[in-house]
């Protein structure tokens, strides 16, 4: 999830009072566990705490009343489709699902998705959302985990994704790092960090391809955002997901030499045979102008060997 709310303060219309009690909400998070207190060091950020008791902590009681109750808004500007399925015995224990990234607003359609297949998310999201006001402290304590890239506290996020995982949680990550710039818009081969985690912890990761969500909200952070949000009402765009089957890497082991890249080259093979037929079923309505194309594609055209290492 990118920052594109980062900047956003609610409540200008507010007494100045009112404004920073905004400012300053947040939900008490549950008790940090006393088997985690070791892993606390001198100079961790300050939410650093407050992210790794969440991460042991079940699904938050509000997160799953929101996923219950209120998953029809997201229907309102687009029409969700779902393939795929995940068997009962992987969604009782940990789980790393690998998507693509289109847009800002597909962290929400893949919640809507993923909720309808029986699995409650926590999704990465950029440091910049996760502090801005009202709606960072709520995806933090929904399970959301903090990604400060190119950081000095960057590895923090690798720490409480590695708890939430041991905890049985759900993590969807992006292994692109960010949203996709690839001209043809299909995945880029992302960085091993992903890879290395799930090498490391051994827990089944399950490629999760989408299209559509990049109609709702423009790339560009600017009133073309509300522009395109508006428009999306008015047409309702198909927001297709297809959840894949667990991606092999039981031949794989952490510190071999290259087998994380080759994770990595599994990963975006996985998400881009399940986006082929997402996107022979929809094609794009309306370009995005603002979106750079400076990236690469892992498979340019979305044709995948048969022979990935």
């Known amino acids: 999830m990118d920052a594109a709310l980062s900047g956003w303060v609610p409540g200008g219309w507010l007494p100045g009072g009112w404004v920073q009690a905004l400012r300053d909400w947040r939900p008490a ?16 950020p300050e939410w650093f705490a407050r992210e790794l008791a969440i991460a042991a902590a079940p699904p ?17 500007v ?32 893949i919640a809507v998705a993923l909720h309808r297949l029986g699995v409650v998310p926590r999704i990465m999201a950029t440091g910049g959302i996760v502090s801005a006001p ?18 000095e506290v960057a590895r ?23 949203v996709g710039l690839a ?33 709702v909200l423009q790339y560009g952070n600017d009133w073309g955002k509300l522009r395109t949000l508006a428009r999306s009402l008015v047409q309702r765009p198909v927001l ?10 039981a031949d794989l082991e952490l ?28 094609r794009p309505l309306h370009p995005d102008p603002t979106r750079p194309t400076t990236g690469v594609a892992a498979f340019p055209g979305g044709v995948v060997p048969d022979d990935i290492p």
């Open 29 to 44: 998070p549950p008790p940090l566990p006393d088997h985690l207190e070791g892993i606390l060091r001198a100079g961790d």
């Open 60 to 76: 938050w009681e509000v997160w799953l009343f929101l996923l219950q109750r209120f998953s029809w808004l997201v229907d309102l």
């Open 78 to 109: 687009g029409r969700v489709e779902v393939t795929g399925s995940i068997p009962a015995e992987l969604r009782r224990g940990p789980l790393l699902l690998a998507a693509n990234h289109v847009g800002d607003f597909d962290p929400f359609v």
């Open 134 to 151: 009202v709606v960072g402290p709520l995806l933090e304590r929904a399970g959301g985990i903090r990604v400060d890239r190119g950081t």
């Open 156 to 178: 923090h996020a690798v720490r409480v994704t590695e708890v939430a995982l041991v905890h049985g949680g759900h993590v969807v990550a992006y292994p692109e790092g960010r």
């Open 183 to 215: 001209p043809d818009g299909w995945p880029e081969r992302g960085r091993t960090g992903m890879a290395r985690l799930a090498l490391g912890v051994r827990v089944p990761v399950i490629p999760v391809s989408q299209w559509g969500a990049q109609e």
């Open 240 to 249: 297709r997901v297809h959840v894949g089957p667990p991606v092999s890497m």
């Open 255 to 282: 510190g071999r030499v290259g087998d994380a890249n080759r994770a990595r080259t599994r990963i975006a093979a996985a998400i881009t045979r399940g986006l082929v037929p997402l996107r022979e079923a929809s």
